[in-house]
């Protein structure tokens, strides 16, 4: 089992940027496909991105895609999500997940067995 952190979180006004980043302990890091996932007030867990093993697939939820790019450096043990023009509507707690199914992307929730506590990340209009 993998424990993840999150960090970089915080309050931004519409347009602006942040990066989320999320560290990885006590597993091989590089054996996880990597994914971001955000729960916003009152709707459910939804996915946002995700990263394979080696850095060479990525997947992106269309409502964010053109605006975030995932990356890993397993080196590091860390993934990232920069999040550029955000909108209100991104507003959400964003969590960082592991799968050791698979090496490619995935948007199953199901398939993440290991999950951060979450970051909160707010975009004022």
């Known amino acids: 089992q993998v424990q993840l952190v999150e960090s970089g979180g915080g309050l931004v006004q519409a347009g602006g940027s942040l990066r989320l980043s999320c560290v990885g302990s006590g597993g091989t890091f590089s054996d996880y496909v990597m994914g971001w996932f955000r729960q916003a007030p009152g709707k459910e867990r939804e996915f946002v991105a995700a990263?394979?093993?080696?850095?060479?697939?990525?997947d992106y939820a269309g409502s964010v895609k053109g605006r975030f790019t995932i990356s890993r450096d397993n080196a590091k043990n860390t993934v990232s999500l920069q999040m550029n023009s955000l909108k209100p509507e991104d507003t959400a707690v964003y969590y960082c997940?592991?799968?050791?199914?698979?090496?490619?992307?995935?948007?199953?929730?199901?398939?993440?067995?290991?999950w951060g506590q979450g970051t909160q990340v707010t975009v004022s209009s």
């Open positions: 990263i394979s093993r080696g850095r060479v697939n990525r």
């Open positions: 997940a592991a799968s050791p199914y698979g090496d490619t992307y995935d948007r199953r929730e199901s398939q993440y067995n290991n």
